[in-house]
């Protein structure tokens, strides 16, 4: 007799791309799996400058499911997001993203086309995160903006960022591989080896707002009674060991 009780979740490597499809449905859950990932899109969001011309583009780099979409409305901005993950494609292009399905170390983007580009937890899930870098530099015009956070290859980093985080229910197991991860002095310099003088800045999720979220999270009854539901926060912090912000400006 075949068994017939829930499929169970098929386990696949680290930092695998197919982890994306399985969790299709977790992208816009504002509680869900990827909850920090709309917490980081609005602080991403805000180092976005102004629209410097009309239809200025913004070329969103593994963009996912469009998560910063909502916070470039009405900015002036055309939002083309690339991404490998089709199944994301699909949800960002229902939230006005115009969606490409590409390699970010090959991005099919002409030179110097972009106003702004963003690159928000990417380039610590890409294999080579150097030609990542080169390419978002190659399709940013000169005078435009490169704005990205990533996690930084630090031992803090892969202590709190796989091993911590991954204890807690909700969390994807194996999302990360910690091998991945991008050592802040490093990108710095290589992002100035390609004309772009990166400042970085260490960020964190607010304490308290942390705490309550998790806290509504468990008892949602709770935090409905309270009114306690808002998002925690991302805020700069002293130390960029863990998770940081980027910004900066292509010469020319
Ligand atoms: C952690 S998610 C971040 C998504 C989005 N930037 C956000 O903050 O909501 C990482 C995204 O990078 C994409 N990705 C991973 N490797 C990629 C690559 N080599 N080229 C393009 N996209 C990639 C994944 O498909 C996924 O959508």
Redesign the pocket.
């Known amino acids: 007799m075949p068994h017939q009780g829930p499929v169970p979740p098929r386990v696949l490597p680290r930092?695998d791309?197919r982890q994306?499809d399985d969790l299709v449905d977790e992208?816009w859950r504002p509680d869900g799996a990827?909850a920090m990932?709309?917490w980081?899109?609005t602080a991403?969001a805000a180092l976005v400058p102004p629209a410097r011309r009309p239809g200025a583009l913004l070329v969103?780099?593994?963009?996912?499911?469009?998560?910063?979409a909502p916070h470039l409305a009405g900015r002036g901005y055309r939002h083309v997001?690339?991404?490998?993950?089709r199944s994301?494609l699909a949800q960002a292009a229902t939230h006005g993203v115009t969606v490409v399905n590409?390699?970010?170390?090959a991005l099919p983007l002409a030179d110097g086309c972009a106003d702004v580009v963003?690159?928000?937890?990417?380039l610590?899930?890409?294999?080579d995160w150097r030609a990542?870098v080169a390419e978002a530099c190659r399709v940013l015009a000169p005078g435009g903006t490169l704005v990205l956070?990533t996690l930084n290859a630090t031992a803090l980093s892969r202590l709190l960022a796989v091993r911590v985080a991954e204890l807690f229910r909700g969390v994807p197991r194996g999302?990360h591989d910690p091998r991945l991860f991008v050592d802040s002095r490093a990108l710095v310099a290589e992002c100035a080896r390609h004309g772009v003088r990166l400042r970085i800045r260490g960020v964190r999720p607010t304490v308290v707002g942390t705490g309550r979220w998790l806290l509504g999270r468990a008892y949602p009854a709770l935090a409905r009674r309270t009114g306690r539901t808002a998002p925690p926060r991302i805020v700069p912090t002293w130390s960029s060991a863990v998770l940081y912000q980027g910004r900066g400006v292509k010469d020319g």
């Open positions: 930092n791309p994306y992208w990827f990932l709309h980081l899109a991403r969103d780099v593994g963009c996912g499911a469009g998560l910063l997001g690339v991404d490998l993950t994301a590409g390699d970010a170390a963003t690159a928000g937890e990417l610590e899930h890409v294999p990542a956070d999302i």
